[in-house]
């Protein structure tokens, strides 16, 4: 019986050791319910997927916006506190540094967005089908809309066609603004001769967007002859047009109107967290701008950043009509409604009333991050005046930039007697103050400012340093001595 | 190798054949009762053949040779050998084993006497269980155990409690592997009344398991009945009553008002109060929310007995618990069930099965963060009374001075409405096979299912122009099921060749599986506003077009295993033992799948040896060292591979578009996180066994950390919506410490019986590589809108916090004119403000100025725990102690009109008022930015659980048919000493990064309790 039981050991071990060789298979298993990224964009519907990513990251240029027109002289940070997010109060007195979790916010949010553009068009060539070259341009006017960003930014950044991957930031080297330029002026060209002055669907890029982002593109690098080339046939041939009401150009009937060439898409349909900023489908600005602690008509609270200065509220005619649409006297408005409001940090007494959240959408939770207003990134007065702009300081025509600015102003005062009639360099001085009046509160201020060389109106500015933005610390700690910081931080 | 055991055995059996046989019959009685012993085992020595004693305590073999020896064992009692000389009748007496080294003590896939043990493992016994009455089980390992911190996330019924053993190691999952009876399981649900012991396995001896040992292994041993015993009944109950152990000294209405005066002149604004006669105390909040009197119920039952061949137990608990904050709207439940059932199929198998099921149901209200009752509670003005004149809750106004996230806490608890509940089925059946006595098989499968349901309801709710203002009800529910399994397939070869050379072998192979899956979703427009129609049934609205109102996920992880050890003894004297484990898990790519974890124990009895052997102080005397290596594979799944699912979302038309994007940057090359573990121990005891002290030194590496979403360059897209950066192996954290754990137990009279035990832990933690080149890793939220607070950097403490250090307050002008300008941080100083310290001696304060602060990992925990015992008394004590963790004082909104702690009545107010509290103003400062003035030292000590029992005589029990019958009351959390301001020092997240801040931390509640242990 002993023997017999002893006998029996090296079978069952040898059954063992089997069981063990066997089950090695165990664990080939494939994750349940899961896509393999790097075997995608195998039809329409896969491409149509992918742009929709691609376009997911505008919703997060509401940062540009808010700390675009905050770092100029048209508005202070406000908030709740001196400390109320560091960043932007920094950026407003010009005593950023390379450690500024907002900046970090920007650069990586506009790098995803270059990034998910490239994703598509890294499998461009992977099967064709009737419509593919719109979602290939599509995918390259964001690629240059995301690129611009920074280039405005942060100056030289990395250039790729393709995603970056991980280790590309110790190898790949910031390009000069030139190629990175050149970039955007192949991307733009290609989608302006692929997209048609229709989209596909409202909320697309259009051959209009294309063109005037290639114009504004242009216009920044003083290539103004070429500039005036394509934004006048954008004028001429584009279905673009002023709204009349200029009261009614930042409400949401006016959304996608005649006026807009360009606009980034919000809605309140969906809720959103301070844990994931971008991840809202809500224009995260607005909240931020909304009037502190409001009860009232018309508008809702908010947090009261971006408050406009006195000096810009005075910059304006008694008779512009764009005043009051641009700022809200909040004192002014409270004694005629009898609304009521809380005074926050730096409290100008006035709002960026373009910008801040109206009552009348769901109020999806969190509702300060969750307004509906659309962007108008590029609208067709910014067209107009970037085209006077390059007949005018192109030397190409002081008269054609006298009428695109005239138009602009014509509508602002509802009549004819404000009309421009000088020329020279008094005329680029009135285009670009109509710039400011004309786009206040739009988050164009600063670059206009700087990259006119006028910069230094800005308090605090620093010549030769303030003009462009550090990288973020850690990113040239990433880079491992591949970047170099910009000068002067 | 199989050659030689066989003919080893062959030898061993022939040595013994050729003796001649009798039959041998005797009884075996208990030494301090003299009552007959059941269920004891005698075994001729060196054979399978033995008995097993009745109930009289009778036993017979029959054809023993003449001259083996008979082993007699009985658990709890001194083993004996007898030599057979003849037939004649044998009566032994066992005697009771005070000296505890015999011990039995498992140690995974095995077990050995503590006298054998050659690693740090510590236990704690059903008794500890039962004089602590732990509402979970987690919280009697908090001050039992070195080594091992428990903290609390909440006070809330059924809250997570963290176990951390010998310090935080990684960024990632850093609680134990929990074993039940061998499988993998779950130690929060357990009934404590269902354990027999708890095992800690804190260094390398839990190699053997391998890939999910590094965080320490926790073994549960539930309690099973005994064969051939009579059928016992147990019978436990208590009721308690609970109430907040502190609240915290706010300012009252008048004293707000003056303070609010204050801040607004200094400011050159109106005065809020210009009349503050008439205010007198007004409303705290705390006393509002805080309810006195909340009860705990628990009953608690076993019936175990056995037959000769079978055993079995059989138990069942009711946990009721509300809570001190809403206690109806925040209770807990727990209903268990238990069957343990073990037997012998044959003299060889034997087989046991253990099922326990689970019923939970939890209801919760916001108690962490900003928005938590709490918080509400500490920042509502004093001024503002609970109901208005209508009996409703009164508003917070909604101004720039209360912010819009402070409410009534009234209301927000009456507004809330969540409901969870959770079945749980787990067990294990396991077979044992024993073809000879040296050689024993076990197949055994453990496995838990688990089905959870969650709903809650979002009422319409204006609360004024309050973040919390719900414009449209919904109702949002969802359903969730875990699975798992653990195959285990193992043997066990034990023998001693030539006498004194020990062996035992252990072979074997494990699968593990977890999968399951996950359905949520969410229906609006909620029927009449009210939770009795909140389901999604009834509420039939849906979200606006384009948005997903359900969302699913499914998972399926496995791992398999195979491990040896081989664990040798020379007359129990010199130990050694050697362990590898072979580990496969799906978390790793297929180029990363395996991993070898080797690792040995040794010791060294030095009390066997002649030197000491006489003499009369030291009564034992051990060494034990081992190292090994262990692994840990608990990061977010699929790691290695790229998946679409991240959130693509935009607006076409109007509408909401959902695309597809990738989720995770995935990393092909993930490897295990590897744990390397040192310990050096000395066990001794002395005075006649009276004193027993365990002591350690260990130190613990952990390299390739698993840093899940680490840090990386921006330009590879990891941070779009949905997007994660990788998990990569990329740190390194050392843990070292000491541990010391002394018993003394001593007979002072006849009536009156001591035990004492104190342990101490200390621990060192050192971040040793972050390879992310920025060197650190943030985490950790502060105040609104403020930067990161905690980090994992080099050098440092994982988790340390890093803010600006003050050096006092500006006294006057002068000194803030001779300081360098504060500006960068915010706003220029003024007399009255933090000066802060210019660190890097720039000449200006900026963001590099900040500097570590301290950090939430205490330098060293104690635990204290007493037990008397005179005649029919009881009484026990248990106290712990936290000494060096730090925590962030951030439950105070920085608003202007919120409510604030008293201290802030010792402002500063001119010069030399004051030169820790700065001065009050509604203007721009930078007194709340991050820094040592928001760091407190909570240190603290606790007075865990005091105990007093009495026993009914015996006399009198026994003629009403009782075996014991104890009646008792205590306190749980009756003290806690500290400077902490806070409600809880001892409370945390569990974040390693962001661990230790205090949003209003849920304090634990001090529980009365009256209670009744029957036994019959």
């Known amino acids: 019986m002993k023997i017999k039981t002893i006998k029996k050991i090296p079978v069952l071990v040898i059954l063992i050791l089997v069981y063990f060789s066997c089950t090695d298979d165990f664990v080939d298993r494939n994750p349940v319910y899961s896509i393999d990224s790097e075997n995608y964009f195998n039809s329409e519907d896969d491409f149509n997927n992918g742009l929709i990513a691609a376009y997911d990251l505008l919703q997060s240029t509401y940062i540009n916006n808010i700390m675009g027109e905050i770092a100029s002289d048209n508005t202070l940070c406000g908030g709740e506190s001196a400390t109320d997010v560091i960043g932007y109060q920094q950026i407003d007195d010009m005593i950023h540094t390379p450690v500024n979790d907002q900046l970090q916010n920007l650069w990586n949010w506009m790098f995803a967005g270059v990034n998910r553009a490239n994703y598509l068009l890294e499998f461009q060539n992977n099967v064709d089908f009737e419509g593919k070259d719109i979602i290939i341009a599509e995918a390259r006017f964001l690629r240059a809309y995301y690129y611009f960003e920074l280039v405005k930014w942060f100056g030289p950044v990395p250039l790729k066609e393709t995603r970056f991957q991980l280790g590309d930031e110790t190898t790949i080297p910031r390009s000069p603004v030139e190629d990175v330029y050149a970039l955007i002026e192949a991307d733009l060209i290609y989608a302006s001769n692929t997209l048609s002055y229709t989209a596909p669907q409202v909320g697309r890029a259009t051959k209009g967007s294309a063109q005037a982002l290639l114009g504004k593109a242009y216009v920044y690098q003083e290539k103004f002859s070429q500039a005036a080339i394509v934004l006048d046939n954008l004028i001429q041939n584009g279905p673009y047009d002023l709204v009349v009401d200029y009261d009614t150009l930042f409400e949401s009937q006016q959304e996608n109107g005649v006026e807009s060439v360009f606009e980034v898409q919000y809605t309140d349909a969906e809720g959103a967290g301070f844990g994931c900023l971008q991840c809202s489908e809500g224009n995260i600005a607005v909240g931020f701008n909304g009037i502190r602690n409001y009860n009232g008509p018309l508008f809702d609270s908010g947090f009261s950043f971006n408050v406009p200065t006195e000096e810009s509220y005075l910059e304006y005619d008694e008779d512009d009509l764009r005043r009051d649409v641009a700022i809200l006297n909040i004192e002014t408005w409270a004694a005629q409604t009898g609304a009521t409001y809380g005074t926050g940090y730096e409290h100008t007494g006035y709002y960026n009333r373009k910008y801040i959240a109206r009552q009348g959408d769901l109020n999806t939770g969190d509702q300060n991050l969750t307004n509906p207003n659309n962007y108008r990134a590029i609208r067709f007065a910014d067209v107009l005046l970037l085209a006077a702009e390059a007949y005018n300081r192109g030397g190409l025509s002081d008269v054609t930039a006298q009428q695109y600015l005239n138009r602009v102003r014509n509508r602002a005062f509802g009549d004819t007697d404000h009309e421009v009639s000088v020329t020279g360099t008094a005329l680029t001085t009135a285009i670009l103050n109509e710039r400011r009046l004309e786009l206040m509160g739009e988050g164009h201020r600063f670059f206009d400012l700087v990259r006119t060389g006028n910069g230094s109106v800005i308090p605090g500015f620093v010549e030769g340093k303030h003009e462009v933005f550090p990288i973020p610390l850690e990113e040239i700690q990433f880079s491992n001595g591949n970047w170099q910081q910009n000068p002067g931080y | 190798m199989y050659k030689k055991i066989l003919i080893l055995l062959l030898f061993s059996f022939s040595a013994i054949s050729y003796a001649q046989n009798v039959d041998v019959k005797g009884t075996i009685t208990e030494g301090s009762s003299g009552q007959p012993l059941p269920g004891v085992n005698i075994l001729i020595k060196n054979t399978s053949r033995g008995a097993t004693t009745d109930f009289d305590g009778i036993f017979a073999i029959n054809d023993v040779p003449i001259n083996s020896v008979l082993v007699i064992s009985y658990l709890g009692y001194v083993s004996q050998e007898i030599a057979v000389v003849n037939s004649d009748p044998i009566n032994i007496v066992l005697q009771e084993d005070t000296e505890t080294l015999n011990e039995v003590v498992v140690i995974g896939y095995g077990s050995q006497t503590k006298k054998e043990v050659t690693g740090a493992v510590s236990t704690v016994s059903s008794e500890t269980l039962s004089e602590l009455a732990p509402v979970k089980v987690e919280q009697a390992l908090q001050g039992t155990v070195s080594g091992v911190n428990v903290t609390t996330q909440s006070g809330a019924p059924g809250a997570g409690l963290d176990i951390r053993i010998r310090g935080i190691s990684t960024n990632g999952t850093n609680g134990p592997a929990v074993f039940i009876d061998g499988y993998q399981g779950d130690l929060s649900l357990l009934n404590p009344n269902d354990i027999e012991t708890i095992t800690v396995l804190k260094d390398a001896q839990a190699a053997i398991y391998g890939t999910i040992g590094a965080n320490g292994v926790i073994l549960i041993t539930t309690k099973t009945g005994s064969k051939n015993s009579k059928t016992k009944v ?483 897209g990891v941070y779009a919506p949905g997007g994660s950066s990788p998990t990569i192996n990329a740190g390194g954290v050392e843990n070292r410490g000491f541990e010391f754990a002394i018993n003394y137990k001593d007979d002072l009279s006849e009536n009156l019986k001591l035990s004492v035990s104190y342990n101490l832990t200390t621990l060192t933690n050192e971040v040793t590589e972050v390879n992310n080149s920025t060197g650190f890793i943030e985490g950790g939220t502060f105040g609104v809108g403020q930067p990161a607070i905690s980090r994992m950097e080099v050098g440092q403490p994982i988790g340390y916090f890093y803010g600006y250090k003050t050096d006092g307050i500006f006294q006057n002008q002068a000194e803030v004119d001779a300081h360098p300008s504060q500006l960068p941080l915010g706003a220029n100083a003024s007399p009255g403000d933090l000066r802060y310290v210019d660190v890097n001696n720039d000449g200006v304060i900026d963001t590099d100025d900040r500097t570590n602060l301290g950090d939430p990992i205490p330098d060293v925990t104690m635990g204290l725990n007493l037990t008397l015992n005179w005649k029919n008394l009881d009484f026990t004590a248990y106290a712990f102690a936290s000494i060096g963790n730090d925590m962030v004082r951030n439950y105070e909104r920085t608003l202007t009109d919120v409510n604030q702690l008293n201290y802030v009545l010792d402002r500063w107010t001119g010069e030399g008022t004051s030169n820790t509290v700065p001065r009050v103003t509604t203007a721009a400062t930078t007194n709340n930015v991050f820094s040592d003035y928001f760091v407190e030292d909570a240190s603290y000590l606790r007075l865990q659980n005091v105990q007093l029992g009495y026993n009914l005589p015996a006399d009198v029990i026994e003629s009403m048919g009782f075996t014991k019958v104890r009646l008792y009351c205590g306190v749980n959390n009756l003290v806690t000493l500290t400077k902490y301001r806070g409600y809880d020092p001892g409370a945390t997240s569990g974040a390693p990064i962001g661990g230790g801040i205090d949003f209003g931390f849920y304090p634990i509640p001090r529980t009365y309790l009256f209670g009744l242990n029957l036994n019959f």
């Open chain 2, 234 to 716: 147990a019978f436990n109950t208590y009721v308690g009553f609970q109430e907040t152990t502190r609240k915290l000294p706010l300012l009252n209405a008048t004293e707000y008002a003056l303070i609010l005066n204050e801040s607004y002149a200094a400011a050159g604004q109106n005065l809020p109060y210009p009349n503050v006669s008439g205010l007198g105390v007004g409303t705290d909040w705390q006393d509002e929310v805080f309810n006195a009197s909340v009860p705990i119920v628990n009953h608690d039952f076993s019936v175990s007995g056995g037959s000769e061949k079978l055993a079995y137990t059989i138990s069942g608990s009711h946990l009721y618990q509300q809570g001190i904050i809403a206690p109806k709207k925040t209770d807990f439940r727990r209903n268990t069930a238990r069957l343990s059932l073990r037997g012998d199929i044959s003299d060889k198998i034997k087989f046991s099965s253990n099922v326990i099921y689970t019923y939970l149901d939890r209801d919760s209200v916001n108690d962490f963060g900003l928005g938590s009752v709490l918080f509400n509670a500490l920042n509502a003005p004093p001024t503002l009374s609970a109901y208005d004149q209508n009996g409703d809750f009164s508003l917070v106004p909604n101004t720039a001075g209360l912010g819009i996230e402070i409410i009534n806490p009234l209301a927000q608890i009456e507004n809330t409405f969540n409901d969870f509940d959770l079945r749980k089925l787990n067990g294990s059946f396991s077979v044992d096979y024993q073809p000879t006595d040296q050689l024993t098989f076990t197949s055994r499968i453990g496995f838990n299912t688990t089905e959870q349901k969650g709903k809650s309801f979002a009422k319409i709710v204006d609360y004024g122009g309050k973040v919390f203002d719900v414009t449209r009800s919904s109702v949002s529910q969802n359903s969730e099921n875990f699975n798992d399994y653990t195959l285990d397939l193992f043997a066990n070869y034990k023998d001693t060749f030539f006498e004194d050379h020990n062996v035992t072998a252990t072979l074997g192979t494990t699968i593990y599986k977890t999968f399951g899956s996950g359905l949520f979703a969410t229906g609006y427009d909620v029927p009449n506003n009210d939770w009795a129609y909140a389901d999604i049934s009834l509420a039939t609205g849906t979200g606006a077009d384009g948005v997903r109102d359900v969302s699913s996920y499914a998972f399926d992880e496995r791992r398999m295993s195979v491990f040896g050890r081989l664990q040798y003894d020379y007359k129990g004297k010199y130990l050694l033992s050697a362990m590898l484990r072979r580990d496969m898990s799906t978390k790793f790519g297929p180029n990363n799948r395996v991993a070898y974890f080797p690792s040995a124990t040794a010791g060294w009895v030095v009390s066997d040896e002649e030197f000491l052997n006489d003499s009369s102080l030291i009564n034992f005397l051990k060494l034990r060292v081992s190292y090994g290596v262990l692994g840990n594979d608990q990061i977010p799944n699929n790691g290695y591979v790229g998946q679409l699912n991240g959130e693509a979302t935009y607006v076409f038309d109007g509408i909401l578009t959902n695309g597809v994007a990738i989720g995770q940057l995935p990393n092909p090359d993930l490897q295990w996180e590897e744990a390397k573990k040192f310990d050096v121990g000395l066990d001794f005891r002395i005075l006649d066994n009276k004193i027993d002290v365990t002591t350690d030194y260990f130190i613990n590496k952990r390299d390739n950390l698993l840093i899940s979403n680490i840090p990386v360059s921006g330009i590879a």
